[in-house]
């Protein structure tokens, strides 16, 4: 059984569990006064520094933006994490290639803090082999 994140849509300090969930994953987080309008009451975001990706927390998931991963990494990513690694937020789980069309993927929502541990992995793997 996998471990699926808390529910925070509406629960007022939530940031230092935020914290703890960006930390699990490696990955920068910020921490501003005012809160996002969203879902979730809260001022805290993540980053990856470098590569353009930001996390932001919703109801039971992360939405996780950034330039995109190159289709064949997107598409391994999908085979251990697909279904928690969600492509473009899509509830079906369909595979990068099949939803993007051989594009990168550049919008996941992410379930569990080991598929956003994953993912921030990814991420970190890819800038490094552009570097």
């Given at each position: 059984?996998?471990d699926?994140?808390?529910?925070y849509?509406g629960?007022e300090g939530?940031?230092?569990?935020?914290i703890r969930?960006?930390?699990?994953?490696?990955i920068?987080?910020h921490?501003?006064?005012t809160?996002?309008?969203?879902e979730v009451p809260?001022?805290v975001?993540?980053?990856?520094?470098?590569?353009?990706w930001?996390f932001?927390?919703?109801?039971?998931y992360?939405v996780?933006?950034g330039?995109?991963i190159p289709p064949?990494d997107?598409?391994?990513?999908h085979?251990?994490?697909?279904?928690?690694v969600?492509?473009?937020?899509?509830?079906g789980?369909p595979?990068?290639?099949?939803?993007?069309?051989g594009?990168?993927?550049?919008?996941?929502h992410?379930d569990?803090l080991?598929?956003l541990?994953?993912?921030?992995d990814k991420?970190?793997?890819i800038?490094?082999?552009?570097?």
């Amino acid at each position: 059984m996998k471990d699926y994140l808390e529910n925070y849509a509406g629960v007022e300090g939530c940031d230092d569990a935020l914290i703890r969930e960006l930390k699990y994953a490696g990955i920068e987080y910020h921490q501003f006064e005012t809160k996002f309008s969203g879902e979730v009451p809260t001022g805290v975001m993540g980053e990856i520094k470098g590569s353009g990706w930001g996390f932001q927390r919703a109801w039971t998931y992360w939405v996780c933006t950034g330039p995109g991963i190159p289709p064949e990494d997107a598409e391994a990513l999908h085979d251990d994490f697909g279904d928690v690694v969600r492509v473009a937020g899509h509830c079906g789980c369909p595979s990068p290639l099949e939803w993007y069309k051989g594009f990168g993927c550049g919008v996941y929502h992410v379930d569990t803090l080991e598929g956003l541990k994953a993912l921030a992995d990814k991420i970190k793997e890819i800038l490094e082999r552009s570097q």
